[in-house]
């Protein structure tokens, strides 16, 4: 009861950082199950697949509240949204294919520097136009963007998700933000759209694979619907700044668990 309870407040946690920044919260979740329920440290866990299988369960129940939430404040850009989700299946379905090839620790650590690179680039343009984009003067009915630039970068994101095992909303929030304009509370809930679709995917596949343990998915699923609800009116009430300097963090954190990985896991 009391490791329930523990995993319901981690999703809360995770819910509320996740649909805040327009993540899963599997940056999180993967690391601390590694790191407090697989041998040596605790039994939960016996092995990566579950750990990933059961994350994403949780990622799932949280982008599922989150879009929910975002639905019903108007800000998802479904025009975007849609194309941008069903591209991403096709990259992880090729990067799956073609793990082996990618996946080796000098890879990771290449992509881990990358992103702490995008990260201190984001803040220093953390005053830029297109960071500070108001939703005021965005309409996400008529606004234009380049679709197929869109399309093409989520394939892209798609790919470097499955090869790496990582959320693309790490990737989809700025590129949606910086290259295609978006104000930050319409890239946050585009995202977290495109998350529930390839999420939904991947635990569909993890289910059949016998990989997701269900007594504490539904516990850090749970805490994730509830904190995800939390997440989206904090979005909705935070400047597009305070969303940047977070998904920088994010970005930072994720970058170095990339390079960590490459260095003293994958070897």
């Known amino acids: 009861m009391i490791s329930f309870l523990l995993l319901f407040l981690v999703g809360i946690g995770v819910g509320c950082f996740g649909a805040l920044v327009g993540l899963g919260g599997g940056l999180i979740m993967v690391p601390l199950f590694m790191l407090t329920m697989m041998p040596p440290h605790g ?11 059961t994350s994403l369960f949780g990622v799932l129940l949280n982008a599922l509240s989150g879009s929910y939430a975002y639905w019903r404040s108007k800000l998802i850009m479904f025009r975007a949204a849609i194309p941008f989700a069903l591209a991403t299946i096709p990259g992880a379905f090729i990067g799956a294919k073609l793990t082996d090839y990618f996946s080796g620790p000098g890879f990771s650590i ?6 702490m690179v995008m990260a201190s680039v984001m803040w220093w343009k953390k005053n830029s136009k297109r960071a500070t984009t108001s939703i005021e003067t965005f309409d996400p009915q008529t606004a234009k963007f380049n679709v197929w630039l869109g399309v093409f970068l989520s394939f892209f994101v798609g790919f470097l998700s499955s090869i790496l095992g990582i959320g693309g909303g790490i990737i989809h929030v700025p590129m949606m933000m910086f290259i295609l ?27 059949s694979l016998g990989h997701i343990l269900w007594e504490p998915a539904i516990a850090v699923g749970f805490g994730a619907i509830v904190g995800a609800q939390i997440g989206v009116r904090l979005a909705k009430k935070s ?28 070897p």
Not at 184 to 194: C, E, G, K, N, Y
Not at 245 to 258: E, P
Request: aromatic share 8%; net charge positive; charged share 5%.
């Open 43 to 53: 039994t939960t866990f016996q092995n990566v697949q579950q750990v990933i299988g």
């Open 110 to 115: 290449l992509f881990g520097c990358t992103l």
């Open 181 to 207: 304009g978006f104000p930050a509370i319409i890239a946050t809930a585009t995202s977290t759209f495109v998350l529930m679709i390839s999420s939904l995917i991947g635990v569909i596949g993890h289910a």
């Open 239 to 266: 400047k597009p700044k305070l969303i940047l300097k977070l998904l920088c963090l994010a970005m930072c954190l994720v970058g170095c668990q990339l390079i960590y990985r490459g260095i003293w896991v994958l």
